[in-house]
């Protein structure tokens, strides 16, 4: 079965910062690029960043460049995302997702083109 599960969320004060980590199972990890989507309650999930299958390239949404890093290792089966600068309204139920779709070089943002998630981990940042 394919399983990825999400750790590294909590409770943090504007300013700081956490690093979730996403470890996968279950698929051929390197032949799926891997993004990140964030969801608050009551909004629509959306995208955050994502990481080709290759790992170099990347994207993140508006809100988050220069403060959010995407990266994978591939051998350790497990993709993670650095979240500096933390916002209040960076609070969210983040989850990591698979897409079997994408090139080796290109990756997608929209959340219907990844086959695979994970249940989340809940980011809470204070002011």
């Known amino acids: 079965q394919v399983q990825l599960v999400e750790s590294g969320g909590g409770l943090v004060q504007a300013g700081g910062s956490l690093r979730l980590s996403c470890a996968a199972s279950?698929?051929?990890?390197?032949?799926?690029?891997l993004a990140w989507f964030r969801q608050d309650s009551g909004k629509e999930r959306e995208f955050v960043a994502a990481i080709s299958r290759s790992g170099v390239n990347t994207g993140y949404a508006d809100s988050v460049k220069g403060r959010f890093v995407i990266s994978r290792d591939n051998a350790k089966r497990t993709v993670s995302l650095q979240v500096n600068s933390l916002k209040p309204e960076d609070t969210a139920v983040y989850y990591c997702?698979?897409?079997?779709?994408?090139?080796?070089?290109?990756?997608?943002?929209?959340?219907?083109?990844?086959?695979?998630w994970g249940q989340g981990t809940q980011v809470t940042v204070s002011s």
């Open positions: 997702a698979a897409d079997f779709e994408a090139s080796s070089i290109s990756y997608s943002v929209a959340s219907s083109d990844y086959r695979f």
């Open positions: 279950g698929l051929p990890f390197s032949m799926y690029a």
